[in-house]
C-alpha cells in the first residue's frame, strides 16, 4: 500500500481544505510540501496589494522592512494589509531592477483567482512599479478577476487592467460607483487576445453614457457564456448588445425600466435577423413588465429550463392579464420558473402559467390583493393538478398574511406525489378533523417529501404537534418540518414539533 505522503494529488486535496494559517504552517515542514502547500496558498488571493508587499522592503517609501517582512507570508486570513492610505503616488528609493520582481512573478504563477480592490492604497503604488515591463508577464494562468472601486479616481489615477487581462481569463467582474466602467470596456475591447467566458458588470449609476463602449466590448467577447449587469439606472438598450451572443446560455439582468420599440420577434423567421438570445438556458431578470415581457418575447432559445422574473411597478393598470403569455413559448422546455411580483397582484396574472404542464419548480412571491386573497386553497387545488410533475413548490406573499389553510395543504399531499420540497404560509388558528377533509391521504411509502418550510404561519400556541401530528405526519412522514420566516423561539417550537411527532 502506498505511502500518503506519496500521493501528490491526495496531499494537494488535503492541502486545499486548510486554513490559509494551516496551508503556511504546512508550508514550513519541509521542501517538498511547500511546494504543495504554496499553490494552495496563492491560487486565491484576495487583495492585489499581497502581490505589492512581495517587492523588496527598501523599493518605497510606504514600505518598512518590519510590515513587509510580516505581511510578504501569504497568510491572507491572519494577517490584514497595513499599507497606509495614500491618495498620491509613492517616491521609488532606488531604480527598479528585474529581479525586483523574481518573489511577485513567481508567486503570480499560482494565481488563477484574484481580487483587484482600486483604493487609495492601490494609487499609493508608484506608477513605474505598474509600467514595468515585468509586469505583463504576471498572472500567467489568471482565470476570475473580480475588480471593484471604492473610491473616488481622478483623472491621473488610473485604473491598470491590462497587466492582468491575460489570454487564460475566463471570468471578469467589475464593480464601481463611479464612471471608470466606460475605460474598461475601451480596454476589453482593444485586448484582442482575450476570451471571456463570464462578465459581470455592477454600475451604481446611469449606464446610458457608455452604451456604445459596453456594445463594443460584449460583442467582442463572442465566446461569453454567462452575463450579468446591474445598475441603479435603466439598463435596457445595455441589456439588448447580448441579443447576438452564439454561446450565451446564462443571462442576469436587473432594472428593465423600459420596452424598446424595435425589439420583437418572429418564430415564423428562423434564419432572420430577429433571432435573438438563441442558446440561452437561463434568464434572471427584472424590471416593469412591460420591459420583461419584451425582453421574453425577444428571447428565441429552444433549450431555455430557468426563468427568474421579478416585476416591479406600483402605477394603476401596472400588469395585464396576459403579461405572462410569452412564457407559453418556453412550454416544452421550462421547468423552473420564479415570480416576484410587487405591485396589486391579482390572480388573473398567473393564469398563462398553469398551462405549463412541465413545471418541476415554482416559486411564487407576492404583495397580498388589497381587495381579497388571491392565493387561496382552491386556487392551490389548481396549481397541484395543473403541474404534475412538480418537486419544489414555494409560495409567500410579502405581507406575511397566510391565505392558505390546511385544506389547501391537503390538495398539495393529495396531487403532488412528487414534491420533495415545500415552502407555504398557512392559517391554522382552526384545527379541522383531518378525515372531513375532501382530500385522499397519500400511501406514506409513496411520499416523496423531504422538507415543509411553514414560513410565517399561525397557528394557536400548544398547536404545533398537533398539526404535525395529525397532518404532516399523515402525508409526509419522513418530512422535517422547519419554520425559517418566525422568530427564534417559535421556530424552536416546530423543530421540537417535528421531532416529537416521529414517535408520537
Known sequence: MPNFWHIPELVHLVVSFLSKSDQASFARVN????LIAVLEIWRAVPDLRYFFLLLPADLCLWSSGSEVGELSKPIFAACPLTLPPQSYPASLRRQIHTSDYDRLIFHSRFTENLHYKVNKAIFGVPAEIWHHNTVSTAFPHLQSLHVSVNCWVTLWQIIMLSPFLQPTLRKLVFSSELDQLSSTLRTIFETRTLSLQELELNCLRGVEEFVESARQAILSQRSLRRIR????????????TAKELPCLTHFDVERLWSAPESVSKRRDQEDGPERHFRSLVSLRVSGIPAGVTKLLESITSNVITEIVAELGDYRPGWMPPGALLALHAFKATLINLELQIRGNFKWDLLEPVLGLDGLQKFSLTYTTSTISPQVTDSRLLQMTQAWPRLTSLHLSNYSKTPT???LGLGYIASNSQKLQVLSVAFDGTRLVDPACLPVDDPPPEQSAMERVDVLHSRCKKGDEL?????FFRRWWPRARITASDMLWGEEEEWERASAASRTA
Open 31 to 34: 521542501r517538498r510540501l511547500w
Open 229 to 240: 449587469i446591474y445598475s441603479l439606472g435603466d439598463v435596457t438598450n445595455l441589456a439588448y
Open 466 to 470: 398537533k398539526i404535525t401530528t395529525s
Open 404 to 406: 392558505i389553510t390546511l
